[in-house]
Structure formats: C-alpha cells, structure tokens
C-alpha cells in the first residue's frame, strides 16, 4: 500500500487518469488531495465524482477554488469570471457532490508517516496544536446549518494580521484566508494578497510564508499546493510544493508519502499560460 499526495488538479482529470497510470494506482493505494480539485480545467465533474467515489481511500482539503464553487451553489456570489463551474452547478448529483465537498477538512495529518497538509500552508505564527484547532472552527461552521451564512460573510482581504481576540466572521475569515490564499507574510503574520509570482518576487517587508522561522516546530513535514509559480521547490526539504501548474500546460505532480518520490505528468494548457497572474 502507498499513499500519494497530489497537486492542485483544477478540473483537469483527463491529466489526474494519466498520473494514476503512472504511479500504478490500485484498490490498496490512498491518495492525499492538496485543494482546488475544480475550475479553470473543462471535467470538474468528473474530478469530484471520481475523488468523492474513492470514499476512505481519499482524503481532500479544501482550497480557495473548491470553497468558491461552494459559494456559488449556496449563492453567496456569482460566476462573475464565467468559470468552468457550471457543469458542477448544473449536474443533477450537484447536492450530494456539494454535501461531501463542504465536508471536507482544511488541514489532514498523518503522524505515523510525519505529514500534514493544507492548502496553502500554515502560518509560522500557528503550532499545529492551534492550527487544527483553527481549521476546526472553519470546518465546524461549514458543516453546519450556518453554512450559508459562512459564504456570504467568507470574502475579503480583511483582517490581515491574526490577534487571538478576533471574533465572529471576521475571524473565520482569516483563517480560511491563510489555509486556503496565504503566500507572502510578515514576521508578525500579516497576509498580502496580490503577489503570486515566484518566492523571490515577495513584496517589499514580505517574505514566502515557508521562509520564516516557525515560533513552534510542527514536527511534521508540510505538504501544500495553491502556489503554481513555486513550480514544486520550496527550497526546503520539510515543506513539500505539490501545485506544479497542470491547468497551465505543465505538470501534475504525485508526491509518496512512504518512500518521497516524486511523479510528474505532462499537462494540456486549459487555459493561456500566465505572465504575471497565477491564483
């Protein structure tokens, strides 16, 4: 049995069957899914239904594209940027596929094999005592009657900066924003949302969120994806960079979890590549 953890698929599961070939998937095999299983690619359907099929043997966080498809089903905003989503929206399973992404962590873990995964990471400002107490607090809401409400209020860039005595929305805001958008931050933690480009792009004061010295040692190797300009390298052995642009005409990658190798498929560009925007 092998366990393998994958990058962002963004709808492209034509790409995701052809990784599977690769890494010789069987019925023994788990797969770790890093976020942002739909948009952008043209067969998000067929991604959620095929990841949701696996029951047990998947487990998914939830990155900024999966909870944005959840926002435009309980109608918290529109398909302004006229998405790949509407196959999803227009599906007649669309409610069960709905329930079981809404279900979905924003933080997994495995401590007999010494990893955790987010989406975009965790914060150095967390231990992993406070992280998952966190993507507890988002998770309880978002499998809760309050679900609709979560939506409507999960948009914006503000607060920023994380203080222990943040409440209501605009807490769970934040935290949603550093699981599922976080890139470049300060020391103190205060998130910036509008540079995306390669970890020597940080604006001026910032730093990638992985570059900065942890206040407490998670004692795990992180996995994360969101990042796609990182191409795979983080440059540090304990945080692993999943998202290698397959949505863009690159790769899609397999990472194992029992014996660290990497596999890498081609990837069909869904969508033009970017020059200075990659979210």
């Not at 998952?132 to 860039?157: C, I, P, T």
């Not at 933690?189 to 480009?197: D, I, P, R």
Request: hydrophobic fraction near 40%.
């Amino acid at each position: 049995m092998a366990t393998y953890a994958i990058g962002d698929i963004q709808g492209c599961y034509d790409e995701l069957m052809q990784l599977l070939d690769l890494i010789n998937f069987n019925d023994s095999d788990h797969l770790w899914f890093a976020g942002d299983l739909v948009n952008r690619g043209q067969q998000s359907l067929e991604v959620l239904r095929f990841v949701s099929g696996l029951g047990e043997r998947a487990q998914c966080v939830l990155g900024n594209h999966d909870l944005h498809l959840l926002a435009l089903h309980y109608g918290a905003t529109r398909d302004k940027r006229n998405s790949t989503l509407s196959q999803v929206l227009q599906a007649p399973d669309r409610d069960e596929l709905m329930h079981w992404l809404r279900c979905r962590p924003l933080l997994v873990e495995n401590e007999q094999l010494g990893y955790i995964m987010t989406h975009a990471g965790i914060p150095h400002i967390w231990s992993l005592g406070k992280a998952r107490k966190r993507a507890q607090e988002v998770e309880r809401v978002l499998r809760s009657k309050d679900v609709g409400d979560f939506f409507n209020h999960m948009y914006g860039n503000k607060p920023d900066t994380w203080h222990n005595d943040l409440e209501g929305w605009a807490r769970l805001r934040l935290i949603t924003n550093y699981f599922t958008r976080m890139r470049f931050i300060t020391p103190n933690g205060q998130l910036e949302f509008n540079g995306n480009g390669e970890a020597d792009t940080a604006p001026d004061g910032f730093l990638p969120w992985f570059a900065v010295r942890r206040q407490s040692p998670l004692l795990r190797r992180q996995l994360f994806g969101h990042w796609a300009a990182l191409m795979g390298s983080t440059g540090k052995p304990e945080t692993i960079a999943l998202d290698t642009g397959c949505v863009w005409g690159f790769s899609l990658s397999a990472f194992c979890l029992e014996n660290q190798t990497l596999t890498r498929c081609n990837c069909t560009a869904y969508q033009p590549k970017p020059h200075e925007k990659i979210v």
